[in-house]
């Protein structure tokens, strides 16, 4: 995804920055994309009358945050800021990413991502 594309202005990104284990970060992507390509991620979503359609997820990312440690940033980002629709979309992507992981793997519990306006 890009900043300057103007479908991802009107919105912003999830994201966490934090220390993964390769473990953990390979099955928090493979999850992801798994629920990107199954459109379980957004699940309906777009209900609000602003919108037009049911998608509102524009792309994710991994960035290597680290230069001598494991810190990546995992990012989601979508074209809305409706806060209903960002809520929604947070808990599933809390929940997808976590499939799977037991929860040992986590030391301080289920990831918490943060938001961004892209136009910040």
Same mark, same amino acid.
């Given at each position: 995804?890009?900043?300057?594309?103007?479908?991802?202005?009107?919105?912003?990104?999830?994201? !966490?920055?934090?220390?993964?284990?390769?473990?953990?970060?390979?099955?928090?992507?493979?999850?992801?994309?798994?629920?990107?390509?199954?459109?379980?991620?957004?699940?309906?979503?777009? !209900?609000?009358?602003?919108?037009?359609?049911?998608?509102?997820?524009?792309?994710?990312?991994?960035?290597?945050?680290?230069?001598?440690?494991?810190?990546?940033?995992?990012?989601?980002? !979508?074209?809305?800021?409706?806060?209903?629709?960002?809520?929604? !979309?947070?808990?599933?992507?809390?929940?997808?990413?976590?499939?799977?992981?037991?929860?040992?793997?986590?030391?301080?519990?289920?990831?918490?991502?943060?938001?961004?306006?892209?136009?910040?």
């Amino acid at each position: 995804p890009e900043w300057a594309d103007p479908q991802n202005a009107t919105g912003g990104s999830f994201f !966490i920055r934090q220390s993964l284990d390769m473990n953990v970060l390979d099955m928090f992507w493979q999850n992801l994309v798994m629920g990107l390509v199954g459109e379980s991620l957004e699940d309906n979503s777009d !209900i609000t009358s602003s919108k037009t359609g049911t998608s509102c997820i524009c792309g994710a990312r991994v960035v290597d945050k680290g230069r001598n440690m494991p810190i990546f940033r995992v990012e989601l980002w !979508i074209n809305t800021r409706d806060a209903e629709v960002k809520e929604r !979309i947070r808990t599933n992507l809390v929940e997808c990413v976590m499939d799977g992981l037991p929860s040992t793997s986590m030391r301080k519990g289920p990831p918490k991502f943060d938001w961004k306006d892209h136009s910040a």
